[in-house]
């Protein structure tokens, strides 16, 4: 009996394929990747993994399950393992399955995890810090997040808004601060909400709607009243300042609350009256007298919105709407609708959906509802609230910082920027503050109310990486703001005015100057909520600590009203976007632009713009831009302070960064979350090629995690 030799070749061909297969042989990637993170988390002998072994799969290590040649899982918990987490698990593409809890670990939690596989994630009773990093918001495929018992602080500083398969969410026993994000309706899957044991403010209005069965929101700072939808589920919620009383009331139309079903999980009452057929029968109608209740509805509704509309049409111009929040908006929030009642966020109105024919209805609005009105044409469209102080700041006196300044005396000068002069202020109690002396061309003085709308949007910031705003002075005209003091001055002073008291910057320090900018922008981009556009990155507003860790200041020109029109009177300065030249207009992507500056800068050691150069070397992104890929050419462009102490492949990456930042182009920038990415990877190849872990100049990791520090020994 013949056989073909073709098939005979195809069976060995397959014979050998199978074998691999059946030996493990694991994929070199992941192998190389979970080496990685065995190191990082020095290398613990408890696990048993074979020294020299490089078969996860085949060799049925400890913790490792795998799926053919890929690993699907990593569970290590309770093994007594210390370090910290490497920065490359994004390559094990395959896993879905990640659970550290119950170790030692610490460290910030890396910016890199894989984003199309990853379903469980347990990194719970460990010693993290810093904030959650926002390449969480990026996971769809997520199905738990347990992040309890840490040291994690900072908001929630991630979207939600993909996280439609999250069921479990656990953040509890953290330092975590700030509201609930808004993003946190689009959960619209999750079952148990663990947030107890920190320090988060606002009101749960968010979660009201969302199909929970168990919430711990214990030991917060959470006020204003407990929504109907929560009451009938698994609730603690001792240890918080909810307010008293009955419930303001819904506006007309909002669909009733079923009580008969606390969990109101998703999919479920679908009818336009939010309840199902009570008697369990067949029947999907609705009943006439809900028929009757909606129509009322309707037309109430119908009628209030005609009578604004075609009041107010002739009158409302687009600076009205941008006066229902005094705090700047962003680009991608501009169709959002603004609140219409602080103690009604739980219902928005798209004035846009009504028949305005139902103008001839002559109805009036119910007492409870807080339309603007508008009974003289000589009264503004919208009634300034009172802003109360913030809590959290202290309220100085003129006398008080007076004293501490020397009257403000020019020997305690610090700077001019572009909304005042920047005074040391020592107090008797031997503190140092720097304080902001607003121009009164900036903010008069018939705009208090404004300037405790600043205060209060400012006192909400907190972020390592942001200048800390701990008290204001708002008297006989005067508007003062006071913050943290930071005794190495500004980046600019350090990279354009050096003396002999200061030291050059080394590479290592300008690169994690970088990141913590990146940092900081991406807080205020991608945490904040509306985003906040800083508008004024550049050196002169970069302090620097005695670590020479960055502090980026509070971005005030974001909350000035008059702010681009200042702003732009100040133009030329090398930093801002081409597009800001031409509108006038500052928006996320301008940012990320001057940021590309601030970095050209540290690479450099030459200012955004020098009229003292040739004129083809004035502008220093067009000069420079040409050269950010030729490795050659590159390296004569380097700051000369240097001395040639620079890693070339981090020098290569830390431009190749520059380079897609400060593209002509903002559609084309990436977003800083992106950019906070790329300079952590840039950090950890050059870490993991040399394998030094160390201190940098007297540097300490807030704002960059230890394994973060060297890029060279």
Request: contains cysteine; charged residues 15%; negative net charge.
């Amino acid at each position: 009996m013949s056989v073909d030799p073709w098939l005979m070749l195809m069976l060995m061909f397959i014979s050998s394929t199978c074998t691999l297969v059946i030996n493990g042989d694991t994929d070199p990637n992941d192998v190389s990747t979970l080496m990685s993170l065995f190191q990082s988390m020095n290398s613990p002998s408890q696990l048993n993994w074979p020294a020299n072994g490089n078969d996860p799969c085949g060799q049925s290590w400890t913790g490792i399950t795998c799926s053919g040649n890929r690993i699907t899982e990593i569970k290590l918990p309770g093994r007594g393992i210390s370090g910290t987490l490497s920065y490359n698990l994004q390559s094990l593409t395959a896993l879905t399955n990640l659970d550290l809890s119950n170790n030692n670990l610490g460290g910030t939690i890396p910016y890199s995890f894989p984003q199309q596989t990853l379903q469980h994630l347990n990194l719970a009773n460990n010693n993290f810090n810093g904030g959650i990093p926002y390449v969480f918001s990026d996971i769809p495929s997520l199905i738990s997040l347990n992040l309890g018992h840490n040291q994690l602080n900072q908001g929630l500083s991630m979207s939600f808004q993909k996280l439609t398969s999250l069921t479990t969410l656990d953040v509890s026993s953290n330092s975590f601060t700030g509201e609930l994000p808004q993003t946190m309706n689009a959960l619209s899957s999750i079952n148990t909400m663990n947030l107890q044991n920190n320090q988060f403010t606002g009101t749960i209005n968010i979660l009201a709607d969302l199909p929970l069965q168990n919430l711990n929101i214990e030991n917060n700072h959470f006020t204003g009243w407990i929504p109907e939808q929560l009451k009938n589920i698994n609730l603690q919620k001792n240890g918080n300042s909810w307010s008293s009383g009955p419930a303001p009331p819904p506006p007309p139309g909002t669909p009733p609350i079923n009580k008969n079903n606390g969990n109101h999980k998703s999919g479920e009452h679908k009818t336009l009256s939010g309840s199902g057929s009570s008697d369990g029968s067949k029947k999907s109608g609705i009943g006439g007298g809900a028929i009757a209740g909606i129509v009322i509805s309707i037309l109430v509704v119908g009628a209030i919105v005609a009578f604004f509309l075609v009041k107010k049409r002739s009158k409302q111009s687009s600076g009205d709407v941008e006066k229902l929040d005094n705090r700047p908006l962003a680009p991608h929030t501009s169709n959002e609708v603004h609140e219409m009642n602080s103690t009604q966020t739980s219902s928005v109105i798209d004035l846009k959906t009504f028949d305005t024919s139902a103008a001839s209805i002559n109805l009036k609005p119910p007492p409870h509802k807080s339309f603007d009105e508008d009974e003289s044409p000589k009264k503004p469209a919208v009634v300034k609230k009172t802003v109360a102080p913030p809590a959290n700041l202290k309220s100085y006196s003129i006398a008080d910082l007076q004293i501490a300044t020397g009257s403000f005396s020019v020997d305690q000068l610090l700077g001019e920027g572009s909304f005042g002069r920047v005074y040391r202020a020592q107090f008797d109690d031997g503190k140092v503050l720097a304080v902001k002396k607003i121009d009164s061309s900036v903010l008069p003085n018939n705009l208090s109310e404004d300037f405790m709308e600043i205060v209060s949007n400012l006192s909400h910031l907190h972020h390592p990486n942001v200048t800390e705003l701990v008290g204001y002075c708002s008297e006989h005209g005067q508007h003062l703001l006071v913050y943290e003091f930071h005794k190495n001055g500004s980046l600019h002073e350090f990279l354009h005015l050096p003396d002999e008291f200061i030291k050059p910057l080394i590479w290592n320090s300008r690169v994690k100057i970088a990141l913590g900018i990146a940092r900081a922008l991406e807080y205020l981009h991608e945490v904040c909520s509306p985003s906040i556009v800083h508008k004024n990155i550049k050196a002169a507003n970069i302090l620097l600590d005695t670590d020479l860790n960055p502090h980026l200041d509070s971005g005030l020109a974001s909350y000035i009203p008059n702010a681009n029109q200042v702003l732009n009177n100040n133009a030329g300065s090398g930093y801002e976007a081409p597009e800001v030249g031409m509108s006038g207009q500052y928006t996320l992507k301008s940012d990320v632009y001057s940021f590309g500056v601030v970095m050209l800068e540290l690479l450099s050691g030459r200012k955004p713009f020098d009229s003292s150069r040739s004129r083809f070397e004035q502008s220093l992104v067009r000069w420079a831009t040409p050269q950010l890929h030729d490795i050659d050419a590159l390296a004569k462009m380097v700051d000369p302070a240097l001395e040639g102490l620079y890693p070339v492949k981090s020098l290569s990456r830390f431009a190749d960064v520059v380079a897609l930042c400060v593209q002509p182009e903002p559609e084309f920038r990436p977003p800083m979350s992106e950019v906070v990415q790329a300079l952590v990877r840039l950090v950890q190849r050059t870490n993991m090629s040399k394998r030094t872990f160390g201190t940098d100049q007297g540097g300490s990791n807030r704002g960059v995690s230890s394994s973060e520090i060297d890029l060279y020994h």
